[in-house]
């Protein structure tokens, strides 16, 4: 089952930035009633849990992270930045395989943990699976929502292994329910256009789609999912799929 060639890097590439999306950060300067205020402190606390890991163990090492405030700005950059060229590693301040094995983190479980909260599943499982969607009982919709999510999972932490490439933000459009955060990737060869689709859940803003070079991932998989529907079965859509997860499995725990 072929997908969009850049998935895992352009995920990758915002999830090793260890820190909340900056589009929360200008999302949340709107009004908000202070109940929603508040949630959105907890949950982004929550989502920083990773960055102070990170921050805990850099200090560890005898380096000085700054403030251990979940916040991954300059001054934790730069002693991730020297903890690397101390230890003969790739100088980059991004949290790669070597480094977080010398530092003694798990860097799939930081990368799922900054991930994969900011993503609207539900959402992204029905409009990928398009009309087939509303022919399945509410289990089975269920049950599709938490394997496309085990899968998308599995596919990202996959592809940010050898990510090197720079992952620059250019933009946002942002309204009381909608916002656009617009980047490139920048690889040696060409410059890659990436904008986030997101929207607001309650107190959240949720991802629900990423388009890459105008080309929409929900899109792509929705196309995928209709010719193995149409031309086999829904039930042979949902083998495939845990056919694919298997596989990743494996190349993960190779990698691990």
């Known amino acids: 089952m072929r997908s969009l060639r850049t998935r895992g890097v352009l995920v990758g590439a915002m999830a090793l930035s260890l820190a909340v999306p900056p589009w929360v950060t200008a999302a949340e300067t709107k009004e908000v009633p202070e109940k929603e205020e508040k949630a959105e402190t907890k949950a982004t606390a929550e989502n920083n849990e990773q960055a102070k890991s990170l921050q805990e163990a850099l200090k560890a090492k005898g380096e000085d992270p700054g403030p251990i405030d979940g916040v991954i700005g300059n001054k934790t950059r730069t002693a ?7 230890n003969n590693l790739r100088v980059t ?67 940010i292994a050898s990510n090197r490439e720079k992952f620059i933000y250019t933009g946002e459009r942002v309204d009381e329910t909608y916002a656009e955060v617009d980047s490139k990737l920048l690889t040696p060869k060409e410059e890659i256009k990436i904008n986030y689709m997101l929207r607001r859940l309650q107190s959240e803003w949720k991802v629900y789609d990423v388009v890459v070079e105008d080309v929409s991932l929900v899109g792509n998989y929705r196309s995928q999912f209709s010719r193995v529907i149409s031309k086999f079965s829904y039930e042979e859509l949902v083998r495939r799929i845990k056919q694919q997860l298997e596989v990743l499995d494996g190349k993960l725990a190779k990698a691990e």
């Open 80 to 86: 991730l930045r020297a903890f690397q060229k101390a």
């Open 93 to 159: 301040g991004a949290l790669d395989d070597q480094t977080a094995e010398k530092l003694g983190l798990e860097k799939h479980k930081l990368v799922r943990d900054a991930i994969f909260p900011r993503f609207d599943f539900q959402e992204i499982a029905e409009h990928a699976l398009g009309a087939e969607w509303h022919r399945r009982s509410s289990k089975e919709q269920t049950e599709f929502v938490k394997l496309f999510a085990d899968y998308l999972e599995r596919a990202f932490v996959r592809g």
